[in-house]
């Protein structure tokens, strides 16, 4: 079946703008994660939504960032007024459940910030 | 708070040679234990997990066992092949809390023929 998809795969942005990330779980996966893959810092946690509960936003590095859950399925990260150090490769991941041990991730957006 | 560390890299190693890529955590209680692989140009993959003390998870011909004594959770091969190229990443989720993820830094991996 269908992975992970993200997309677009690769955002090219001039600092101040606002991006958007977009992930597709996989179907019937309640469990959704956004990570940040970075030279400097490795890979970071962002946010975890489950089900209709209320979003984990503890990894989120500052107000800039958001994201959002639509219907329990697709998902959007926002970044507003980028900053070079926002420069990163963003992984999203799906589970079937909080209780599921793997976390199924997709090949990434690489945003880099002019 | 809760942290992976794992040697760094890069390791390079011929093929047929024996690997062990060390990984120790900090976490209260009994953490799961992961290896993620990254070849290049993919995703993130599952490679093996441990849920509690001494467990052993193996994969691929990859074993890593879980010790609380050590809080160790060390990656080994026995006999490399060119296609275990790759980046390596340990991690845990902590007990009974957030379902986060954290990694080490990873290791690359690189098998020469």
């Known amino acids: 079946g269908a992975g992970v998809s993200q997309s677009p795969s690769n955002k090219v942005t001039e600092k101040g703008k606002d991006v958007e990330l977009r992930c597709d779980p996989i179907?019937?996966?309640?469990?959704l994660y956004w990570y940040r893959q970075s030279l400097g810092q490795g890979l970071e946690f962002l946010i975890y939504f489950q089900g209709n509960s209320a979003p984990d936003k503890s990894g989120l590095p500052s107000d800039r960032f958001s994201a959002e859950r639509t219907g329990g399925s697709v998902s959007t990260l926002t970044i507003q007024r980028t900053q070079q150090e926002d420069s990163a490769v963003y992984l999203c991941?799906?589970?079937?459940?909080?209780?599921?041990?793997?976390?199924?991730f997709g090949p990434g957006t690489r945003l880099t910030v002019t | 708070g809760d942290s992976v560390t794992q040697m760094e890299g890069p390791v390079t190693l011929s093929e047929e040679a024996f690997l062990t890529i060390n990984c120790t955590y900090t976490?209260?209680?009994?953490?799961?234990l992961f290896w993620y692989v990254q070849y290049p140009g993919e995703g993130l993959q599952l490679l093996l997990k441990a849920t509690k003390a001494d467990d052993k998870g193996s994969n691929k011909g990859f074993e890593a066992t879980y010790r609380k004594e050590t809080t160790s959770f060390h990656l080994e091969k026995g006999s490399v092949q060119v296609s275990d190229s790759a980046v390596y990443f340990c991690a845990l989720r902590a007990q009974g809390g957030s379902e986060k993820l954290v990694f080490g830094k990873g290791t690359k991996l690189t098998v020469n023929p």
């Open positions: 976490a209260t209680g009994y953490p799961s």
């Open positions: 991941a799906s589970s079937p459940d909080r209780a599921f041990y793997e976390q199924y």
């Open positions: 179907s019937g996966h309640t469990a």
